[in-house]
């Protein structure tokens, strides 16, 4: 990431705990979920168990996904959104 000219630092303050962060630390890369903040960067726990790194600062973040919650579920039926496009079902010979 050093040698990019192009490279974007991130930002740490919309990670919050429970989001997967790919890290590059000292040329490895690895990717890791977020379990709070560290001193300088965020506490992680690396998927692979062969990475013993716990902690990471900004610039060694290179992506982040969110995690989000699954849809609420209802009883109700959905409707068409607004956006929805209508579905032509006529036979035509």
């Known amino acids: 990431m050093q040698g990019d000219a192009y490279a974007v630092r991130m930002r740490l303050e919309g990670i919050q705990v429970g989001d997967i962060v790919e890290v590059d630390r000292l040329g490895r890369r690895f990717h890791a979920l977020v ?8 506490a992680i726990q690396p998927l692979d168990r062969r990475v013993t790194y716990r902690s990471c600062r900004a610039h060694e973040v290179l992506v982040h996904w969110a ?5 609420r579920a209802t009883d109700e039926p959905l409707g ?3 956006l929805q496009l209508e579905l032509d079902t006529t ?3």
């Open 80 to 82: 068409p959104s607004s």
């Open 67 to 71: 995690k989000r919650g699954r849809p």
């Open 91 to 93: 036979v035509r010979d």
């Open 35 to 42: 379990t709070g903040n560290a001193q300088g960067g965020l």
